[in-house]
């Protein structure tokens, strides 16, 4: 059982190129999320699947695109990657969905994300 | 002003010494609280939820107080291995979407 899972680990990118980073679970998770974690920011959150088929804008939408390709993965792209994007990047998924309390969230141990 | 607030530390303590840390949040209606926590270049992970009767799990324990919104974790006889950054999270909604502060960092000393 590998948990969440997200690769790559490490990337640099010169502005303006593109990527996609992957994430997958197998915990059979209904909802998945994507967070950005820089220096004395906390972890601020991009986008969220409560469930297959469904994706919504968190805090920091702007310059990011979300797939939820099946129950398992949940996919991030950057169209034109901005130095300002420069960021740790965790993927994290949870059992249930909507109003659930006190519903923990696993996270993926992170991708590492350079732009120049 | 931040949605939830944590002083960023560091907190540097010897061995043994028991330590407390406090989260403030500015949403009165926050549904659910939770103390994460997370290793050097590594990704969080649940140290424990906060019910609103405060709860204990061995040498930590978390306080909630609503009426001033905020939340405690005390870390009783610390270890070297309690070294870490001490995320404050708040579920502020139904839909599981988590706020979460800036963090504190714990360094135990021998």
């Known amino acids: 059982n590998a948990g969440v899972t997200q690769t790559p680990k490490f990337q640099v990118l010169k502005t303006g190129q593109s990527m996609t980073l992957q994430c997958a679970q197998d915990?059979?998770?209904?909802?998945m999320y994507w967070y950005r974690q820089d220096p004395g920011m906390g972890l601020r959150l991009i986008y969220y699947s409560a469930s297959e088929g469904t994706t919504d804008k968190g805090e920091v939408p702007n310059g990011y695109n979300v797939s939820r390709l099946n129950k398992r993965e949940f996919s991030l792209r950057l169209e034109s990657a901005a130095p300002s994007q420069t960021s740790v990047y965790f993927c994290?998924?949870?059992?249930?969905?909507?109003?659930?309390?006190?519903?923990?969230?696993?996270f993926g141990p992170g991708t590492r994300l350079t732009v120049l | 002003r931040k949605e939830v607030e944590q002083d960023p530390g560091p907190f540097n303590v010897p061995e043994g010494a028991t330590v407390a840390f406090n989260c403030t949040y500015s949403?009165?209606?926050?549904?659910?609280f939770f103390w994460y926590r997370q290793d050097c270049r590594k990704e969080p992970k649940l140290l424990m939820s906060?019910?609103?009767s405060g709860n204990e799990d061995g040498r930590f324990t978390a306080q909630l107080n609503r009426a001033s919104q905020y939340i405690s974790l005390l870390i009783r006889d610390s270890k070297l291995s309690d070294s870490a950054t001490y995320l404050c999270?708040?579920?502020?909604?139904?839909?599981?979407?988590?706020?979460f502060g800036g963090g504190t960092r714990l360094m135990v000393k021998p």
């Open positions: 906060v019910y609103s």
């Open positions: 994290a998924s949870s059992r249930l969905a909507g109003r659930t309390m006190y519903n923990e969230q696993f």
């Open positions: 915990m059979n998770h209904n909802s």
């Open positions: 999270v708040v579920n502020t909604n139904a839909g599981n979407m988590l706020t």
């Open positions: 949403n009165s209606a926050s549904q659910s």
